[in-house]
């Protein structure tokens, strides 16, 4: 059986978003569901806007959501050769021909296309010129004038465009560079692609390649158009729906296993299923399974999902990322033992690791100011004995352990008449300064006997 070639092949004109991520993860998906080859192709031509740090920012989302690849990564800046044999071959078999049709003509032909209702498109003045290549010369494509084009797409079914549609598009500008939907088919070709998966955005571009394949005699590879990322606005993601860029999630504190797994479920489905491992989404990953409608992002889900995975994962494996996280809010820790135990108080409760930082901080400060309404109500002139009987008892413990402390608990409870709630919400409120926390006693355990009595001395004199 013939091995399966797929690619992904972003242009480095900006931050890598979340809809480039979703497309390199299906390609990623399907090569190692059905054991292709992956490649990945910097599309760098566009001069102006390419730059290196934006392909830099690919390379690490990539490598941070776990997508690798097998071949690359190529560049087009470094192809130049490939698209001269290629546009040569199209002019050697009649499919090309050189135009000199000065840029403010086109322009002023689109403009009256335009104001006529229709739509811009080159007139073919020079399609029978015969023009010789010049400083001043594109090179166009000769599109069929009649017939139909249309492919099978894996994920919409038969497509179809009119040929009177399609003008003679510019495959070579005057200034030597490739466009797009020439030196894609090139590179296609020469790296054997045999699958393009792309957004349905460029559904339009799709029979244009065709015919360029069909030109120069060269296999079509299978299409398939996977359906755009909206808003819950049903508009086109965009920078107000929430982070443009990958890297903005992994820098909010998300893990990169809750945004494949959401980025997989954008479009694609594999029963009810919602939470999928890696080796589960390489299982059960098709094109088939990919619908047609425009995928609606859902940061509540991410968020909900992210959750899941902070739950899911050790505690020890957790530390170090949460000590990033304190480390940007000013927290410094390196006893990782201490901090995974401070994890795994926070995992049941916490989103995203920013937000388990933020929750940690208490463990690390001191707790004030208290919450103004919960002091008023826990620390009153009455809770102060009961405050200094808990401090006395606790001192007196031969074991620190949540289990000592919560006998300890009961028994001053019992002792005292008192409301076990109204005896831990002022304890609570001396340690954490709020009234809602990780378990009591487990927190106490955490932060010390000294730090817990040095903490009880303080909400006493807060008392009134």
């Known amino acids: 059986m013939a091995v399966f070639r797929t690619r992904f092949s972003p242009s480095p004109t900006g931050y890598f978003h979340i809809g480039g991520a979703r497309t390199a993860l299906f390609n990623w998906l399907f090569a190692r569901h059905h054991q292709a080859v992956f490649i990945l192709r910097i599309e760098d031509t566009d001069l102006e806007r390419s730059q290196k740090l934006y392909e830099d920012d690919i390379i690490a989302s990539l490598q941070w959501l776990g997508l690798d690849w097998d071949e690359g990564p190529y560049h087009q800046s470094e192809r130049l050769e490939t698209y001269k044999f290629y546009a040569q071959e199209l002019l050697n078999r009649g499919a090309a021909y050189y135009c000199d049709c000065p840029p403010e003509e086109l322009e002023k032909q689109r403009e009256q296309a335009k104001a006529r209702g229709d739509k811009p498109r080159y007139n073919g003045h020079c399609r029978e010129r015969g023009l010789k290549a010049g400083s001043n010369t594109a090179l166009r494509f000769r ?72 030109a120069l005699g060269a296999p079509l590879p299978h299409f398939a158009h996977i359906p755009m990322i909206l808003g819950p606005d049903r508009a086109k993601l965009s920078k107000r729906h929430g982070a443009p860029s990958v890297m903005d999630y992994r820098d909010m504190g998300y893990l990169p296993e809750a945004v494949v797994n959401f980025l997989a479920r954008l479009g694609w489905s594999h029963g009810d299923q919602e939470i999928f491992s890696q080796e589960e989404l390489i299982r059960y990953f098709s094109l088939e399974h990919v619908g047609k409608a425009a995928s609606i992002f859902d940061t509540e889900k991410l968020s909900w999902l992210n959750g899941h995975y902070l739950r899911e994962k050790p505690a020890p494996e957790l530390a170090p990322f949460l000590q990033e996280f304190l480390e940007i809010i000013a927290i410094h820790v390196t006893d990782l033992d201490h901090l995974a135990k401070v994890v795994k108080t926070l995992q049941p409760r916490s989103h995203t690791l920013a937000d388990m930082a933020a929750q940690a901080r208490f463990y690390f400060e001191d707790p004030r100011p208290y919450e103004a309404k919960a002091a008023q109500k826990f620390l009153t002139a009455n809770i102060q004995p009961v405050l200094e009987t808990v401090g006395t008892r606790l001192a007196a413990l031969p074991f620190w352990t949540e289990e000592a402390i919560n006998q300890n608990f009961k028994e001053i409870q019992q002792e005292t008449g008192l409301k076990m709630k109204e005896i831990a919400q002022a304890v609570r409120l001396a340690l954490t300064g709020r009234t809602a926390s990780p378990g009591l006693f487990e927190i106490m355990e955490i932060l010390g006997r000294e730090e817990v009595q040095r903490r009880l001395q303080t909400a006493m004199a807060a008392c009134s």
């Not at 919409?156 to 560079?177: K, S």
């Not at 349905?200 to 360029?212: E, V």
């Open 143 to 214: 599109s069929p004038l009649e017939g139909v084009t249309h492919w099978d797409d894996l994920t919409r079914g038969p497509i179809a465009f009119d040929n009177t549609e399609l003008d003679d598009l510019v495959i070579v500008r005057a200034d030597g560079v490739s466009t797009y939907n020439f030196a894609v088919v090139a590179d296609d070709i020469t790296m054997a692609i045999t699958h393009v998966i792309r957004g349905d955005d460029h559904i339009p571009n799709t029979p244009r390649q065709i015919l360029i394949y069909e």
